[in-house]
C-alpha cells in the first residue's frame, strides 16, 4: 500500500474493530492519490476468510483470487467513459442482490463516483438504503459536491488528505524519479499525479501550452487551435491556466520568482502581466472558475466553444 494512506487504512481498521463499519463508504480525496488501493484492502478486508485482527489474512482463497482480480463476488465500474450511466448502477446493484458464490458476502467498488448521472445516482439509493445479505458499498470521488445530497446521507465518508510534500518528494525518488517542489505543487501534491506528469512529459506540455497562451494577442490567429489544445485534457490543462493567471497577479504585486508556481515561465509571466492590467487578470481568473464548473466531466457541453469565449478576452 501506498505509503501515505497506511494511516488512513489504520483508521479504518480501528471503526471496523469497533464495530462501526457499516455497509456503505465514500472514500474522498485528489485524483492521484490512489484511493483505489484503500478501496481494494477494504474489499478484501470484507471478503476474506480467515480475517488476523481485522487485517485480511492474504493466504485464503478469497485473498488469492482478489490479488489474482477474479474474486465472483466483486463488482467495480472503472473510471472509463465520460460517465457512469444508470444500466452500470442497475447491472452492480442486481449482483449485489445475488447470492455470494464464496459465502462471505458481496462487494461493489464505483470509481469516480462524482461522474454518475442523476438517473444512476438514484437507482444507487434503494440498494444504499437497504443492501442485500453482507454487502459494502464503497464509492470513490474527487468532488463530493457533485454527488446528490441523497447519496452523502447514506455513506459513511473518510478523507484522504494529500500527503506531505517531503513524503511525496521521498516516495518519488525511491521510484528512480527525481522532482522539485514546484512539480509537486503543480500537481496539487498528488504523488501518482506528479510521477504520471513527469513520466508523460508534461513539464514539456505545460511549458509550450502556457507561452502560447501568454504569446495569443501577439498571434490571435492561433486561438481556434489554442482552445481545441486545452480541451484535449480539462482536468490537466485548466489547473495551469489558473496558476499562470495567479503568478502574473504575484508579478504584478513585485513578488519574486522564488514565490511563483511556475517560475521557469517568469519571461512570458512577465510579459503577459505587462501587457494586461491586475482588473483584466482578475476577470479572466473568475471567468475561468466558471468555465471549469461548466465544463466538469459528464456535462453536456462542448468546451472547446467555452474556451473559445474565454481566450477571446485576452485578445
Known amino acids: 500500500m501506498y505509503p501515505w494512506l497506511i494511516p488512513q487504512w489504520h483508521s479504518l481498521l480501528d471503526v471496523a474493530r469497533a464495530g462501526r463499519l457499516g455497509h456503505a463508504w465514500l472514500l474522498l480525496g485528489d485524483e492521484g492519490l490512489g484511493k483505489e488501493q484503500l478501496a481494494d484492502a477494504l474489499a478484501q478486508r470484507h471478503l476474506c476468510q480467515q480475517l488476523q485482527d481485522e487485517n485480511p489474512c492474504g493466504h485464503c482463497h478469497a485473498c488469492q483470487l482478489m490479488a489474482k482480480g477474479h474474486h465472483p463476488d ?48 438514484n437507482a444507487l439509493l434503494k440498494t444504499l438504503e437497504e443492501p442485500a ?54 500537481c496539487q501534491g498528488a504523488p501518482l499525479r506528479v510521477k504520471a506528469y513527469l513520466e508523460e512529459g508534461g513539464d514539456d506540455e505545460r511549458r509550450s501550452l502556457l507561452e502560447q497562451l501568454c504569446r495569443l494577442s501577439l498571434h490571435p490567429v492561433e486561438l481556434p487551435a489554442l482552445a481545441s489544445r486545452i480541451a484535449t485534457d480539462l482536468e490537466r490543462h485548466l489547473p495551469w491556466l489558473q496558476l499562470l493567471i495567479g503568478d502574473a497577479l ?27 492590467s491586475s482588473e483584466q487578470l482578475l476577470h479572466a481568473q473568475e471567468t475561468l472558475l466558471r468555465v471549469r464548473e461548466t465544463c466538469q466531466p459528464g456535462q453536456l457541453v462542448n468546451p472547446t466553444i467555452h474556451l473559445h469565449k474565454w481566450l477571446g478576452h485576452w485578445l
Open 74 to 121: 466483486l463488482g467495480r465500474v472503472s473510471r472509463e467513459g465520460k460517465s457512469i450511466g444508470v444500466d452500470q448502477i442497475r447491472t452492480l446493484c442486481q449482483r449485489l442482490g445475488e447470492s455470494p458464490q464464496l459465502g462471505r458476502g458481496k462487494v461493489v467498488i464505483i470509481e469516480q463516483a462524482q461522474r454518475m448521472t442523476e438517473a444512476a445516482a
Open 133 to 186: 445479505g453482507n454487502s459494502l458499498i464503497l464509492l470513490l470521488a474527487s468532488q463530493s459536491s457533485r454527488l446528490l445530497p441523497t447519496i452523502l446521507s447514506r455513506c459513511n465518508k473518510h478523507l484522504c488528505p494529500i500527503p506531505p510534500e517531503s513524503l511525496t518528494l521521498r516516495w518519488l525518488e525511491e521510484q528512480g524519479i527525481r522532482a522539485t517542489p514546484s512539480q509537486v505543487r503543480l
Open 250 to 276: 504575484k508579478l504584478q504585486a513585485h513578488c519574486t520568482s522564488d514565490q511563483l508556481a511556475m517560475p521557469d515561465l517568469v519571461t512570458p509571466l512577465s510579459e503577459l502581466a505587462e501587457r494586461h
